[in-house]
């Protein structure tokens, strides 16, 4: 069990949260956005990172608002949690 802070809630157990990937990629945009293979590298295919990494959280069972986690993928230990 690690603790996460809502920017909104505050410090809260992990179990309020789900886990909403990647916060450092970007969709298709401009020409690539019709691209079915753009589309399938962004949907699909995904690094898995040891050490810190930007994702997305949902605090599905709190304020139901979803925000940015700097995290260590080995640790745990959050080092920033802000608004998307």
Known sequence: MFLIPCPW???RNEKEFTHGGD???RM???DLQSDPDAWYHYVYERA???GEHLEY???SFG???WF???????????SESTRP
């Open 57 to 59: 959280w949902h605090h």
């Open 23 to 25: 916060a450092s990629r």
């Open 28 to 30: 298709p945009s401009g």
């Open 48 to 50: 898995n990172p040891a």
């Open 68 to 78: 940015r986690v700097r995290r260590d993928t080995t640790t745990n230990e959050i």
């Open 63 to 65: 304020c139901g608002k």
């Open 9 to 11: 809630c505050g410090e």
